[in-house]
């Protein structure tokens, strides 16, 4: 008894294989640059929603006082005034270079504050056994769900007692004791580290601080600037903190010091788009200064389990 093999090309689903074998490598299906178009038109549309206010920022900072509200707007001024920056910059009650300088040393100690301390607790939490650190880690997660205002009074009388008030120790030393959500955040990276890695250089005769610092700190380096960046960024918008405690103008930062200079009798609209142009600069440079880690941070951070 013959038997006879059927061509593999008469199979429809052999055929269709064949069939895109022999497709161009570039081809792709309609709706596949259909959605590509969709995709990048939300994309360009949700940007423009959120650069709009921006641009209006900067542009109203390059535009005299008398055409700041004309009808209809300008988007674009007959003449761009570049001096209105110089002009803030030296204005009587507002000594911009003061509020900057007051601003990066707030911001930049608290970051210092809640790197370490968010740091070393994470890796506590993670890496070492110790009875109840469970227990402590569910509280310390808990309270992120504490709103600040319940807390807001007794940490006030806390700082009144301690002499505090009218300085930044108040605004600065709680940064030293940790932010609930870093620490978690920490811990979670320093639960994807290999443990081995501990094991190694204990036996090598490191110690817990050199472990903890030479070895697991630069691991997790992408989440130590993703912390610094969005502390940095936070604490540089604080305006709630710094209204309660601090007294003096002289200490104001720039987020209070905008609020001086917009709570005056008169506003000159102008320059104060400027003002708050000027303030805005730091936090970019910042931004595009640590983007790669940053964006590799937040990477890291949907993969970490």
């Known amino acids: ?10 199979f429809p689903a052999a055929r269709s294989t064949e069939y895109a074998d022999q497709q161009p490598t570039g081809q792709r299906p309609a709706h596949y640059w259909l959605s590509a ?11 423009f929603i959120f ?3 921006l641009y209006w920022m900067v542009i109203t900072s390059l535009k005299t006082q008398t055409t700041v509200f004309t009808t209809p707007i300008q988007w674009w001024p007959s003449a761009l005034h570049w001096e209105n920056y110089a002009t803030v910059a030296k204005y009587p009650s507002f000594p911009f270079l003061r509020f ?18 968010c740091a070393a607790v994470g890796y506590g939490f993670a890496r070492l056994r110790f009875p109840g650190r469970d227990v402590l880690f569910i509280v310390t997660v808990a309270t992120l ?3 600040s205002i319940v807390t807001l009074i007794p940490t006030f009388v806390i700082f009144k007692n301690l002499g505090w008030i009218g300085g930044y120790a108040p605004l600065m030393v709680p940064s030293f004791f940790g932010n609930g959500f870093f620490i978690f955040m920490m811990r979670q990276f320093f639960l994807g580290l290999p443990k081995e890695l501990d094991d190694a250089a204990r ?6 601080f050199r472990i ?3 070895i697991m700190l630069p691991l997790v380096r992408p989440a130590l600037l993703v912390m610094a960046v969005f502390t940095f960024m936070w604490t540089w918008q604080e305006f709630f903190g710094p209204l309660v405690y601090l007294q003096d103008s002289k200490t104001f930062p720039l987020s209070l010091g905008l609020f001086t200079f917009r709570a005056r009798r008169t506003v000159d609209w102008h320059l104060m788009m400027a003002g708050a142009t000027l ?3 730091p936090l970019v440079i910042v931004f595009f200064a640590a983007q790669r880690y940053f964006l590799e941070g937040i990477k890291m951070t949907g993969i970490k389990g």
């Not at 008894?1 to 008469?10: E, G």
């Not at 178009?37 to 940007?47: F, K, P, Q, T």
């Open 203 to 208: 036996v090598d005769g490191a110690s817990e």
């Open 1 to 10: 008894m013959s038997t006879t093999t059927q061509p593999l090309s008469d």
């Open 100 to 117: 900057l300088w007051n601003s990066l040393y707030y911001a930049s100690m608290v970051t210092l504050g809640t790197v370490l301390s």
């Open 37 to 47: 178009v969709v995709r990048h038109g939300l994309l360009i549309l949700v940007s």
């Open 145 to 147: 769900m504490i709103p």
């Open 279 to 281: 303030s805005t600069v």
């Open 212 to 214: 903890f610092w030479q």
């Open 51 to 53: 650069m709009v206010p």
